[in-house]
């Protein structure tokens, strides 16, 4: 079954340049995709003055509990190719969403 997936990190530090680091995920995001047929579509959205970033993907697993750890690796993944680390980063500063890719309306939360 395919899932959406939305992970939502912030990145601490010095933030100078983190648009151009944004790029470079992205590019790294695409570059993974093209080797791994279980996860599609990935992108980004991010707010450069805080450094939170949300990267969405839609992943082909068994469960959401896979689907999760999926996109958790993938991205983990991504991060570690364009030379960033990730100490602590999906416990301390993370949410992930996860929903049926035909059910993405269960994402959204009414105000």
């Known amino acids: 079954m395919k899932y959406m997936t939305i992970q939502e990190v912030q990145c601490i ?3 100078t340049g ?10 790294a995001l695409l ?9 599609e579509d990935p992108d980004l959205a991010a707010t ?5 970033v949300d990267v969405q993907m839609i992943v082909e697993a068994d469960d959401p509990a896979d689907a999760m750890v999926k996109a ?11 030379g960033d680390a990730t100490p602590g980063w999906e416990t301390q500063r993370a949410v992930m969403h996860v929903a049926p890719a035909d059910a993405t309306d269960r994402l959204l939360a009414d105000a």
């Open 48 to 52: 450069i003055t805080d450094g939170v």
């Open 18 to 27: 983190f648009d151009e680091r944004l790029n470079d995920l992205m590019n």
């Open 72 to 82: 958790l690796c993938f991205l983990r993944s991504a991060i570690h190719s364009i």
């Open 13 to 15: 530090g010095d933030l």
């Open 31 to 39: 570059d993974l995709e093209d080797t791994d047929s279980a996860v």
